[in-house]
């Protein structure tokens, strides 16, 4: 069956790729329950989206809260509701943006410093514990096969297929 100009050739025996679906899935519900827990790691007050938050501040301190809002796809009131929770708990402070002095700068505390690298260590030394059996090649494998398809998922949208992706032939008819 030939595809339409443009359109992903389909796909026959579409098993593979649902059973992937599945399994992505599943591993995505796991990580945002592990988010949560280690989310509650670094402070039993912190909501489980909140983990993430901490950590992307952590990265790309220090952070406006409007190129956070960008890149997680949420409104500016969102963002600053996040924000004000971080802030309470002690975890994050700002400061005026040097450059636009009606922007703010956010980064960790100290005490938010402390706390996320406690909580990563013990996430890491979980998942180190839980593939520890794994030979290293296979762990590799796993690794590059993920990067690959971030890459892939990093430049669409929801809704959109990606050029030169197989479509099942029973939902393209």
């Keep these: 069956m030939k595809a339409e100009t443009g359109a992903p050739a389909p796909v026959e025996d ?16 796991r990580s945002r329950a592990l988010s949560a827990e280690v989310g509650r790691a670094v402070h039993p007050g912190l909501e489980p989206g909140a983990y993430t938050l901490l950590v992307r501040i ?12 960008v890149h997680f796809g949420v409104g500016k009131a969102t963002m600053s509701r996040q924000i004000k929770v971080l802030e309470e708990l002690g ?7 040097p450059l636009d002095g009606r922007a703010w700068l956010l980064a960790l505390t100290e005490e938010g410093k402390a706390r996320l690298d ?4 013990a996430r890491q030394q979980r998942f180190f514990a839980l593939l520890g059996a794994w030979p290293k090649e296979d762990v590799r494998l796993l690794a590059d096969m993920l990067a690959r398809f971030n890459d892939l998922t990093a430049t669409y949208t929801v809704g959109e297929v ?10 393209r008819a």
């Design 118 to 121: 406690r909580a990563r260590r």
């Design 91 to 97: 975890l994050i402070g700002r400061q005026s943006d």
């Design 14 to 29: 579409a098993d593979a790729y649902c059973e992937l679906e599945a399994q992505l899935g599943l591993l995505l519900r």
């Design 162 to 171: 990606p050029p030169q992706s197989p479509v099942p032939a029973r939902e």
């Design 58 to 69: 952590n990265e790309a301190a220090p952070a406006r809260p409007s190129d956070l809002a």
